[in-house]
């Protein structure tokens, strides 16, 4: 059972350009929603995290958007650098319970094309 | 300042050894994850340690698996009689507080197993 399905599965997005990575969730109790990066060889680092009692979050060229109701939440990127080309992952998770796992969606792979 | 670190970062076992995996996660974190990433995928959750109780260990493929964390600092993931579908990357995480939701992560053990 696939928890937090993402799409799409690649992205090719031209330099400056905005990037929009989709994910959908399941589970009405997940309280938590993450984004991570992951370049090749490394492991997946956090971008930006929400929690659903706010519709939006920013951080520099990075905004999460967060529609509690539909149980969808997206990444936007802004202004797309080739540095940015890298594995995106969704993640959500229920804090307070006792294991604040996080279940990973399938991932988007984006290149930054100069 | 150091980060989650694991070791070795690849290893190579021949079918039917046993494997033994490191993570020391950031100094002073309660919380400390393992995942199992395949090529492709998303992470998937393996087991949870809140200090040195092992809190939820659902997500272990067999009793093949098994993982400690017996001062409540580093942790080893052994996989005995290792078997082909075993090959992934295996990510540690930690996070500071036992409800905690940020969790940092290594670079992971690349495992192949011929």
Redesign the interface.
């Known amino acids: 059972q696939q928890q937090v399905k993402q799409s799409p599965q690649s992205l090719i997005v031209q330099k400056g350009g905005i990037s929009i990575i989709n994910c959908a969730y399941e589970n009405t109790a997940f309280d938590y929603f993450p984004w991570y990066q992951q370049f090749p060889g490394k492991g997946p680092a956090l971008l930006i995290a929400i929690r659903p009692d706010v519709s939006e979050k920013k951080e520099g060229r990075f905004t999460i958007s967060f529609n509690k109701s539909a149980k969808q939440f997206s990444l936007h990127i802004m202004d797309s650098q080739p540095g940015d080309s890298a594995t995106y992952f969704c993640a959500a998770s229920r804090a307070g319970g006792a294991t604040n796992k996080l279940i990973f969606g399938t991932g988007t792979l984006l290149a930054v094309q100069p | 300042g150091a980060g989650?670190s694991q070791s070795p970062r690849y290893k190579v076992a021949k079918r039917g050894q046993d494997v033994a995996l490191r993570c020391d996660p950031i100094s002073g974190h309660v919380?400390l994850?393992w995942?199992q990433q395949a090529l492709?995928?998303?992470?998937?959750?393996l087991t949870?340690f809140q200090n040195e109780a092992q809190?939820?260990k659902s997500?272990l493929p067999s009793d093949r698996f098994f993982a400690e964390r017996p001062e409540g600092s580093v942790s080893t993931l052994k996989i005995q009689r290792t078997q082909q579908e075993d090959s992934a990357v295996y990510?540690c995480?930690s996070?500071e507080r036992a409800?905690?939701?940020?969790?940092?992560?290594?670079?992971?053990t690349r495992l192949t197993v011929l």
């Open positions: 989650v919380s994850f995942y492709g995928q998303g992470p998937e959750f949870y809190l939820d997500g990510l995480a996070s409800s905690g939701d940020t969790q940092y992560f290594g670079p992971g």
